[in-house]
């Protein structure tokens, strides 16, 4: 269950209250909303890990920003320069066209057994076992798990206490377990402030800001809503993970423009939304079952009309 933190001024109690019980309907596990570094919403009693599915991507995005300020990766970076040759099904002249950023971006040229598929830095398409290779890479320069290095350049600073990685059953075309990431609500929030802050915690400058920058643009023509791994609210068209299909509009059309978000399977949710210096973070759980298709529009509209000042 969540609760109201305090009454605010700006922001109207019962409509937050309406909220929360929407959120709880809809299969919520916890729920944490920040306005202005104050926390209106929070979770009642311990802390729920749970599987946060592909908000994970968005945490990974900011570790290979954090990776290319320490000079260990750069985004234009051939793949083939950090892991060895025919680590694809491809011609190993489209191989070597595959970079850091291709990755990111999601526009592989590769199904998910990373067979060709489409032209390697063309089409948007979705695809969870080349991304994961990103964290091979992070390993294999660091000489750290990758809960080592995201303890150490991430997770610590930032206080978040209930956040690691844990492999899943699937592997990778080479053997290498994929991983999930575990995390709380309160957990997610800190990497929402950290961003709205760019990339500045405890006056550290954590993720470059340029990165930050960078990681909400459109990186591709078809699918201009998706960066590096973060979904920004401005394009006017996107493409959704497994569908293919192009959609007109905003991939939030009641939130506004400048927001930008992580977005995982069954409902589990990052969003940061600079104008009001808000953070919502949203976690939920499998057993909930898929999460209603409008589910985001309708809790923009009830968030929004609660906000009074």
Known sequence: MNEIVMSNSDWSTPLLEELIQYSNDHGTTELVVDCNQQRLIKPVGTAIETDIFAVQKGILSLLIGIAEEK??????????????????????????????ETLLAMTTGMDEQLQPLGEVGGGWRYNNT???????????????????????????????????????????????AITGLQSTADDLAKIGRLVLNEGVWNDMQIVPKHYLNQMTQGASSDNPAWGF?????????????????????????????????????????????PRYSLVVARTRKTEAGKSAPDFESEFWRRLLLAKLN
């Not at 680590?87 to 066209?97: I, K």
């Not at 798990?145 to 150490?152: A, D, G, I, M, V």
């Open 130 to 176: 080349a991304y994961n290779y990103l964290k091979k890479i992070l390993c294999l320069h660091t000489g750290l798990s990758l809960n080592e290095l995201s303890r150490e350049w991430l997770f610590n600073p930032l206080g978040m206490k209930n956040t690691r990685w844990e492999a899943r059953e699937q592997k990778l075309p080479d053997g290498t």
């Open 71 to 100: 000079y260990l990766l750069e985004t234009c970076d051939a793949i083939n320069h950090h892991l060895d040759p025919e680590w694809t099904a491809l011609s190993p002249w489209h191989e070597a066209s595959v970079t850091i």
């Open 229 to 273: 791994c973060w979904w920004n609210n401005c394009a006017d068209q996107f493409m959704l993970p497994m569908k293919d299909k192009i959609y007109s509009g905003n991939v939030v059309p009641t939130a506004p423009e400048d927001l930008i978000s992580v977005r995982g399977a069954f409902g589990n949710l990052l969003y940061i939304l």
